[in-house]
């Protein structure tokens, strides 16, 4: 025993010496799973100055860690909060999906940075100004308050606000882009239990199960351990894309178009009580009714039309996976989409996804019906063409004349409207 604290002793000096023999500093090993620094600083030889110890460290968190945590700051309250966040996660690791995942989905909310303060000029022109700060003073202060004012006053005339439209729009077919390019995509989301509470309950319910026993007593086993879980994978990925293309393609006809001269228009209250002839007399006499804007996304129509044909066949050819429980049931319990995608097959379906084929490429024959509904013939429109190479200005689709009720007696010059009626003919639809 005396040995051995003899031999401890001696270790215990020869160290003290060693670390004593020079005022240098030296590196210690720190701990696994922290980043820093630990120095110890030892003081010259024969110095009355003590040993001093520097730690400069803290535990590390990996992209993985800070993807989980920003996950549950995801809500309408803290999005921006956890769009902080999951850039660290990227900085840490630029291929971490989940983070990747939720960046391209917030991107969207990310646009309305300001717009609280940014809105209030064209608000102050064409709305009511009073309602909006009211609004505004009487909405909770929070994180997603700040975030709403945190802008200058730059929105100044509608075609402004169609500017971050677009840039929404813009976002989401991001977002669209995200999912196709990562189609086939496999993650596991953790739920924020105070915002997805209801949802989680119902999986809690759903996920216990009953068993009868041979004395025809009955056993209840429940498994909660996925019930604020919700998975993601290809299946899920076709439909947010499609959700994503449908916002997109509503969008882009809104936002093709300036609508500063309309807006102006609509003011006028020297037309008030005006009849439809004065009106149109106004609108041929202004030197632009609307403008086609250089980001406006029309030709894009076309190619979200045909992804909803890929994946309207796609989800034909899964049925037996997507729907295999039948339409209104969970087909797909644990997943974020878990009611499946289910497609009824029928004869009108498949001749309504054939027509929309077919409007993609070319022109197509539609029905020319009377007051009654009656199909009474056929007209050629090129909806395609017309996208791709949309009218300059909303002016050169003015009818030239119309009667007292406002409908159109006649058109213009172009009987193609644009190209969208190529044979000319759309006098056919005019009130004769």
């Not at 291929?95 to 303060?117: C, E, H, S, V, W």
């Not at 969970?330 to 027509?355: W, Y």
């Not at 063409?385 to 002016?395: A, C, R």
Request: a neutral charge; charged letters at 25%.
């Amino acid at each position: 025993m005396k040995t051995n604290f003899l031999r401890s002793t001696v270790m215990a000096t020869s160290l003290i010496l060693a670390l004593t023999a020079c005022g240098e500093k030296a590196q210690v090993k720190k701990a696994d799973g922290t980043e820093g620094k630990i120095e110890v600083t030892t003081p010259p030889k024969g110095s009355n100055e003590d040993l001093t110890v520097t730690v400069d460290a803290k535990p590390v968190v990996d992209a993985s860690g800070l993807a989980d945590a920003a996950e549950q700051l995801v809500g309408p309250y803290s999005f921006m909060l956890a769009d902080k966040v999951f850039d660290a996660a990227l900085e840490k690791d630029a291929n971490n999906m989940k983070a990747q995942f939720y960046k391209a989905l917030l991107k969207r909310m990310m646009i309305f940075k300001g717009i609280a303060t940014r809105v209030r000029p064209v608000i102050k022109t064409n709305g009511n100004i009073a309602q909006l700060d009211k609004s505004v003073k009487d909405f909770p202060e929070s994180a997603l308050k700040t975030f709403l004012l945190e802008g200058k006053e730059d929105l100044q005339k509608p075609s402004n606000i169609i500017t971050i439209l677009a840039e929404y729009k813009n976002a989401v077919n991001d977002f669209r882009k995200f999912t196709k390019l990562h189609a086939d995509l496999e993650l596991t989301l953790n739920l924020n239990p105070l915002l997805f509470q209801k949802q989680i309950t119902e999986e809690a319910t759903d996920a216990c199960s009953v068993i009868a026993n041979p004395d025809k007593s009955v056993t209840v086993s429940c498994d909660y351990s996925k019930a604020a879980q919700k998975k993601i994978n290809s299946a899920d990925m076709v439909v947010l894309s499609q959700m994503a293309a449908g916002e997109v393609l509503y969008l882009s006809m809104y936002t093709a178009y300036d609508v500063d001269a309309l807006a102006d228009l609509a003011a006028d209250k020297s037309l008030e009580g005006k009849s439809a002839e004065q009106i149109l007399a106004r609108l041929k006499s202004m030197p632009t009714v609307a403008g086609l804007r250089k980001d406006q996304s029309l030709s894009t129509i076309p190619t979200l039309g045909a992804d909803f044909v890929a994946a309207y066949q796609w989800a034909m050819k899964y049925q037996g996976n997507l729907c295999a429980k039948g339409e209104g049931k969970k087909n797909r319990p644990g997943f974020l989409v878990n009611q499946g995608v289910c497609v009824q097959h029928s004869t009108e379906a498949d001749q309504s996804i054939a027509m929309l084929n077919a409007a993609l490429s070319s022109a197509i024959s539609m029905p020319v019906r009377n007051a009654r509904g009656e199909e009474v013939s056929q007209i050629r429109v090129n909806v395609a063409g017309f996208l791709k190479n949309p009218p300059q200005d909303l002016k050169m689709l003015l009818p030239e004349t119309v009667n007292a009720e406002g409908k159109v007696t006649s058109f213009g010059p172009d009987k193609t409207l644009g190209g969208l009626f190529p044979d000319g003919d759309v006098e056919r639809l005019t009130v004769k």
